[in-house]
DNA sequence: AGCGGTTGCTCATACGTATCACCAAATACG
DNA sequence: CGTATTTGGTGATACGTATGAGCAACCGCT
């Protein structure tokens, strides 16, 4: 089922058919003619090759998405968003899961397939050789990289708003947990959210800045250790949903209560942060929106349209209460 | 940088670069002649055009999974273990999250991009058009077809597990909750379920039964419903584990204790069924090995090899105990 | 020396589409 | 009526790769 099957039976040319079907509105043809071709291609079910549409086109009208996991809610919706945007506009989604390759074998994987553009989202591109990203339509979902177009939202601002929150409700003894090796939107979140402490004169200290892995396991294992010492916080700001809900796995097994005694807020705003009990106070991402920014932010670029407008002012982030914050408990009851 | 490019470079013929890089191993080759080859594809960083080999082979090394949402944890879970084996063989993969897009659409596309072979999950297959499906190489995941090659997990007995747990505990009175159009899989869960009570005696009644949308808000709404009733149910069975989630979230906001006044149990066991709290007890259905195995699957297909093997028996699932079952409260306490 | 067989490579072509150059017929124009 | 212009289409080619046919050189054997 070819172009040239469709030709034949319409009684004229491939090119003719080509013209009719996928050519530009402004080539001459025939009312009648085009009538002919396109019930010559409904009667045979014609569907285009798009592999050989890519080869001559220079275009696949395809484009690539690097997430580290899908296990993580949060690239889950940022490919989401991502997929609808493009499959709107036509293009197709090649996915692909890091896991034990490296995020450049994906990229060079995905250009191999001739993807007009790639969006990598929570891959470490700093750390990528240089040709794997050499003259490749790329956008990066919130790591701002100076070398590539980007999408991002405002970490600084999630990490200050927890903060204030937190402070507003009277707490000044404030824990902080985030992965080790951070990447840019994580060191922001912890930025933003020191920062308000310090400015309203209540530095965090040491022990209470805690590392592990930005997973449920992780936030588990690091609220443990916040229990363990001397004074724990009153409360707890955690660089994603995830660890918030390790954390709050940890407090439900040592018997603390929540949010009486420790007050918890996460970041992302996932979905399970409205289910669990109770009910995950945080700092509302649009991961959806990150994603559907980049792949229009992409598919502007491919058609060479400004992009100044998009690239610029990340997206907004939002404080949502919900149950897992309230005033510090009285000293020495 | 072409195949022709790197033949130039080692004064060779594309021809020849080609079957060094890519033809099979028998082809002859000289040793030397392949050195240079090799070394002149390295040095110019040559990647081969995958669109132009797929034209020519008229095969992409690509192969299309569609699901019909990527918020639902257990799609996610199949998208990634689909990815990972497809990966490792070498192929890519275009994804298509259903949305408001019909399915069978998605499958139209995905076939215009000529992908090998498509994975349907948590798709109706039965009620898409059968040109839609035509000749192509499909794998159903947890649907059985008659029609198609599929992989499914052991869904009645999944249901029989649930029961049995529920009944050894002593519950007499159980409900079920599910999807009003159930698929299949929701189908046989219930059915296995309905059935071990029935042997036990232990006839549900119409009351007990309850349709909502398998999410976590139609599973709050049903379990409203059930507490509503004269005599609530002690033990209740979710078609899937957001449904419970959603149970338990109706019970914590009715003040219903869980599992001493009422026993929950799920099905899928999505990560996070671990993390709420108190943890879901449920019945883990293997869905990254049924998204794995469905890439398997279809690969061997492709290879025109014997695929009863792996078609054959459903995927083992299995009883997982955790907090939210216990016996039943006596009775007029 | 003569000859079949093997080795190692190249030539030409096909895959299905888009697109440029071109052409015949029809039409407009003075 | 002769010529410029437009209309509506076709033919040929290119995209980058794989692959069967073909060919020259060399080998082993009698």
Chains 1, 2 share one sequence.
Do not use: W
Request: charged share 20%; glycine share 10%; net charge negative.
């Amino acid at each position: 089922m070819t172009g040239h099957d469709v030709a034949a039976h319409a009684g004229v040319s491939q090119s003719t058919v080509s013209l009719v079907l996928s050519g530009n509105p402004k080539a001459r043809i025939a009312d009648e003619t085009r009538e002919r071709v396109i019930e010559a291609a409904r009667e045979l079910g014609y569907r285009p090759n798009l592999l050989a549409r890519g080869l001559v086109q220079r275009r696949s009208f395809a484009l690539g998405i690097v997430v580290p996991e899908l296990d993580n809610p949060f690239f889950t919706e940022v490919v989401s968003g991502a997929e609808r945007v493009a499959g709107e506009a036509g293009y197709g989604v090649l996915l692909a899961d890091s896991g034990q390759i490296p995020a450049a074998e994906h990229v060079m994987r995905l250009r191999e397939r001739q993807v007009d553009g790639v969006i990598l989202a929570g891959v470490p591109v700093e750390t990528m050789p240089d040709e794997a990203l050499a003259d490749a339509n790329v956008v990066v979902v919130d790591e701002p990289t100076g070398r590539y177009p980007g999408v991002a939202s405002d970490a600084t601002g999630a990490g200050r708003k927890a903060a204030e929150h937190l402070l507003s409700l009277g707490h000044r003894s404030l824990a902080f947990m985030g992965p080790a090796d951070p990447s840019y939107t994580f060191r922001m979140r912890e930025r933003g959210f020191v920062q308000a402490l310090r400015e309203a004169g209540c530095a965090i200290t040491s022990p209470l800045l805690r590392r592990a892995p930005a997973s449920v396991a992780g936030g588990d294992r690091a609220m443990a250790a916040l229990l363990a010492l001397e004074v724990p916080p009153t409360g707890l700001f955690c660089a994603n949903d995830l660890m918030a809900l390790g954390a709050l796995k940890a407090c439900a097994a040592a018997g603390v209560r929540v949010p009486s005694e420790l007050s918890i807020v996460g970041c992302d705003d996932i979905e399970m942060a409205r289910y669990v009990t109770p009910e995950l106070t945080t700092v509302m991402v649009p991961a959806r929106g990150l994603g559907a920014r980049a792949a229009r932010l992409l598919l502007l670029t491919l058609d060479g349209r400004d992009t100044g407008a998009l690239s610029g002012k990340p997206l907004e982030v939002e404080f949502v209460s919900r149950q897992t914050t309230a005033p510090p408990p009285r000293r020495e009851p």
